[in-house]
């Protein structure tokens, strides 16, 4: 292994978690590398795999098998070497709620070995940078959810660090708080020439930020590419119809399944979503096919694949299929 010119390489990690039957295996072979200056995202639903990933890079869990290797250096040999290259921001916060958010930053410049005065300078830096400086002297606790991510993150940027991990950053957040961490995010590949690694459950989060991700599901990479070269693999469109009510799921998927121009069909409730080559022209027969079947539909579009139907098509089920199964077993398991 080892290309120089990725700033982070995953080969066949394999992680495995309890005993016996309660033996859940988080992660089966996940292999991807990413090349530097970028943001990359692993794409998942719930419990597939993607904070497990993120803490084997960051050297905060051990893989039963495969290597990685984090800014050129393996995460098992010199994992003190590779903490020192990144920055690790993780679900739940780092910050002391109690501490102003420029203490906070201090204090974090501190433990990575800098000296007062430069850890006060980085911390006016990175807090001009997030807009955070008028709440500098404010109890981090008593900031919004978006700021309190953002110091996380400025945390996470004190010593320099090459490469940034991201695990969820923009969960919880409301969509305005969302779209100005993306455009902040966006910032530093571009400004600073970091590489991000994040890892998010929001499709449209991982089209809108992501030059590159990777797909996982159930401990296994099942696509990879930018969202653009794994949307147009997806020859065709996607047609999407809105039943009445979900008991008429089966009938129409019958009736879809008759039709040479459909070539998947899929339902979730009460929609059902068919991939054609030629969505216009193969509108009039799919209608004609559902009316026959006596059918009710309350909305129709025709659209280019998204990334949710590339999950689909890799993983077999939806998107938000998954993530609901994924949740309810994660509440049976605890
Ligand atoms: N410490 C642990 N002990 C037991 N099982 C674990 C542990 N950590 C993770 N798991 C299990 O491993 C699987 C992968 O979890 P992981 O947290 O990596 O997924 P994820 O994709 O990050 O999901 P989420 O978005 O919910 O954090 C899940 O089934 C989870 O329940």
Redesign the pocket.
């Known amino acids: 292994m080892s290309a120089p010119d990725r700033a982070i390489e995953a080969v066949d990690l394999v992680k495995t978690?309890?005993r016996a039957a309660r033996k859940?295996r988080?992660l089966d072979g996940v292999t991807f590398s990413v090349r530097p200056g970028i943001v990359f995202a692993l794409l998942?639903p719930?419990?597939?795999?993607?904070?497990?990933?993120v803490r084997i890079l960051a050297t905060l869990s051990s893989p039963e098998a495969g290597q990685a290797r984090v800014a050129g250096v393996d995460v098992r040999r010199d994992p003190a070497r590779v903490r020192r290259l990144i920055g690790y921001v993780s679900?739940k916060p780092a910050f002391d709620p109690v501490g102003t958010g420029l203490e906070n930053l201090v204090l974090h410049g501190r433990l990575h070995g800098a000296s007062a005065a430069t850890a006060r300078r980085r911390a006016g830096e990175l807090l001009d940078r997030f807009d955070l400086a008028p709440a500098a002297r404010r109890p981090a606790g008593t900031w919004s959810g978006g700021m309190q991510r953002k110091l996380d993150i400025a945390m996470g940027l004190m010593h320099r660090p090459r490469v940034l991990f991201l695990d969820?950053p923009t969960t919880g957040l409301d969509p305005e708080a969302r779209r100005e961490l993306w455009t902040q995010i966006s910032g530093l590949t571009r400004q600073d020439g970091l590489t991000v690694l994040l890892?998010t459950?929001y499709l449209e989060e991982a089209d809108q930020l992501a030059a590159e991700l990777v797909i996982?599901d159930a401990?296994r990479v099942v696509a990879a590419g930018s969202p653009d070269q794994l949307k147009n693999d997806l020859a065709g469109d996607t047609v999407r119809l809105g039943l009445a009510d979900r008991t008429q799921a089966a009938r129409a998927h019958r009736a879809m399944g008759g039709l040479p121009a459909v070539t998947e069909v899929d339902t979730d409730g009460a929609v059902l979503r068919a991939r054609v080559a030629d969505g216009a022209a193969a509108l009039p027969a799919m209608l004609a096919a559902l009316h026959t079947a006596a059918v009710e539909l309350t909305a129709v579009s025709v659209a280019r694949p998204s990334l949710d139907d590339v999950y689909l098509r890799h993983a077999g089920r939806s998107f938000a299929d998954a993530d609901r199964t994924s949740a309810v077993r994660?509440e049976v398991?605890s």
């Open positions: 978690y309890g859940v988080a998942g719930n419990g597939a795999g993607k904070s497990t990933t679900q969820e890892t459950h996982v401990g994660e398991r």
